[in-house]
């Protein structure tokens, strides 16, 4: 006999038991307390690399589902600053990836952000406001950022991302790293291959300055696949409150800047290309 959801006690064992078996809370829970203290303590902003995130099954089945440059209807992003493509739309993602998605905006998945990042009251995105899937092509970038603080029609403090990768046979050469910049601007102090099932999470600020501004220098069949999640807030601390702004991009010390010239044509030959 099937369950019946309306049944308000086995609705939620339902829902925790579709997270279990998507996520392995019970491995990343054992992990934090070494992890809590390495996000602390992390420099230049609180983060972690959580290596082997997902059952290898289950990111090869979301990788699987991962479309291709022409596959959906993307949001392609091309100017000075970024070269990507993006869709927070689930009606272009598989199956799984939605489940996958909902999980790791569930009950069970927050209580962990919440301990390991010490941010309590943690709010998921439903609507996956700048989210979802994230593709960047060979020559691809995205600059050196921090993100929009707040989202605008939720009215909540973005506090915290979450990137998974899923990119098989990853070289260091082919770049893509996601680099963590000092709040000054003057280095890079750490950097994160994005490398197959590794998750990245750290805190956002107006000073978590993040991004890989290389262009990539993957094989032309290959690209950076991600999915991304951010949490928010009802509230900041004080001395994190700031005025309202969207993405913040900086430029790195001595970095050039692209001919505006070279940006347009480059972007009429992607549209072609796609065609």
């Known amino acids: ?6 049944n308000s006690l086995e609705y939620p064992l339902l829902t925790m038991r579709i997270v279990q078996t998507l996520i392995p809370l019970e491995k990343l829970n054992a992990l934090l307390p070494t992890l809590k203290a390495e996000y602390a303590n992390a420099l230049p902003f609180p983060h972690t690399a959580l290596d082997d995130f997902l059952d290898r099954e289950i990111a090869e089945a979301i990788l699987e589902e991962f479309p291709g440059e022409n596959d959906i209807r993307w949001k392609n992003y091309y100017d000075q600053n970024q070269k990507k493509q993006a869709n927070e739309n689930e009606e272009f993602m598989g199956p799984l990836t939605r489940k996958l998605l909902h999980a790791l905006n569930s009950a069970e998945f927050l209580k962990f952000l919440e301990e390991l990042t010490g941010i309590q009251n943690l709010i998921a995105d439903p609507g996956f406001r700048g989210g979802g899937l994230h593709n960047i092509y060979r020559g691809g970038k995205l600059g050196i950022h921090a993100d929009f603080n707040k989202h605008e029609s ?6 915290l991302n979450l990137l998974l990768y899923l990119n098989k046979n990853w070289k260091d050469e082919y770049g893509g790293h996601i680099e963590l910049w000092d709040k000054d601007m003057k280095h890079c102090v750490k950097k994160h291959a994005p490398l197959f ?4 999470v750290f805190t956002t600020t107006d000073t978590s300055y993040h991004g890989h501004p290389d262009p990539l220098n993957c094989p032309a069949d290959m690209s950076r696949k991600s999915l991304a999640l951010y949490y928010y807030t009802d509230g900041r601390p004080g001395e994190e409150v700031g005025q309202f702004h969207s993405t913040l991009f900086k430029d790195r010390p001595n970095e050039p800047k692209e001919n505006s010239l070279m940006i347009k044509i480059g972007k009429y030959l992607r549209k072609l290309k796609s065609r």
């Open 154 to 159: 939720l009215n909540l403090d973005r506090r």
């Open 197 to 200: 099932n590794r998750a990245v």
């Open 1 to 6: 006999m099937g369950l019946n959801l309306k």
